[in-house]
């Protein structure tokens, strides 16, 4: 597997290799991911689209170490997860990955300023100054670091989800639908800071998303469906992806149409 390589090689910061995982057994076994070999460049921002029900959360769970997984290997900064023990998962969670979840997950008694800085303190270790103000700068929350969540935005709480998840200066940070339940005002706000988390600042973002604009802040776009990548588009507009989401639909129309009435394992029954 890729790990880290010099030269004109590109580093990956987070892999998956065959990727499979079910949910339950039996007649009742739901498969969420049917064999995904994906590797997340450094650098990069990459946007996952599909249907509800395709897999994306599942994928992103299975690639922070927050999911086990039925078979197949996750690699981050170049190590396999599955040669960790507890206690070393635990520790790669909290010090090589970030995680941005929709509902933003901020704890309501402390401020802004602590909730960013709780992995640091969690994991008994300084805040770098220079990188404090680098991710405060980006995330333009100067003035709003001795507020509570409750007395913030929702686009500002998102931001300062961002800025926890970018404080330990992970390998990579995952987004699970970041601005679906922002206005897309604020939304524009999150997604030009992930952009300047990469650009800027030379982090990893995967993040999840249904809609086309955010997911042109992206440098590359990946398609799941029924557990498989079925497609992906470099340097995305709002219309390519939505364009590509459109042949897609049809594709998936079609291959629904000619199987008849069976369906998939991976098909979510609730998303028909
Ligand atoms: N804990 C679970 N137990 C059983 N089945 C699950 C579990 N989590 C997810 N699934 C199933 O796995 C499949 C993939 O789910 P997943 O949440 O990854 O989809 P998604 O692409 O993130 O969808 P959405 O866009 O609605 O968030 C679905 O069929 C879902 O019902
Ligand atoms: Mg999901």
């Known amino acids: 597997m890729t790990t880290t390589v010099t030269g004109t090689e590109q580093v990956t910061a987070a892999e998956a290799a ?49 999911d086990t997984v039925t078979s197949g290997e996750v690699y981050v900064g170049g190590q396999a997860l599955s040669e960790l023990n507890d206690r070393k998962l635990t ?21 802004a300023e602590e909730n960013i800085t709780l992995p640091l303190a969690i994991a008994g270790r300084k805040v770098d100054p220079a990188w404090f103000d ?38 990579v940070v995952f987004a699970d639908e970041p601005t679906g339940n922002l206005d897309s005002h604020s939304s524009a706000e999150v997604l030009a800071f992930l952009r300047r988390s990469v650009t800027e600042l030379g982090q990893t973002v995967v993040m999840v998303t249904h809609d086309p604009t955010a997911a042109a802040y992206a440098d ?18 709002a219309e390519s992806v939505l364009d590509r989401m459109k042949l897609l639909e049809v594709a998936a129309h079609a291959a629904d149409d000619s199987a008849g009435s069976g369906g998939s394992a991976a098909h979510d029954p609730a998303s028909i």
């Open 134 to 171: 680098a991710v405060i700068g980006a995330v333009n929350l100067a003035d709003r670091l001795r507020h509570r969540p409750t007395e913030l935005s929702g686009g500002q709480q998102q931001r300062v989800a961002c800025a926890r998840a970018l404080i330990t200066r992970p390998a």
């Open 18 to 66: 065959d990727l499979v995982k079910v949910y339950g057994s039996g007649d009742t076994a739901v498969v969420a991911l049917a064999g995904v070999t994906v590797s997340f460049p450094a650098g990069q921002l990459t946007a996952i689209m599909g249907p509800s029900g395709s897999g994306k959360s599942t994928l992103m769970h299975c690639l922070a170490g927050l």
């Open 91 to 111: 520790e790669l969670r909290r010090d090589r990955v970030g995680f941005v979840f929709q509902q933003y997950n901020l704890l309501p008694t402390l401020t």
């Open 220 to 237: 590359r776009v990946l398609f799941l469906e029924d557990g498989r990548i079925v497609d992906e588009l470099a340097e995305p507009t």
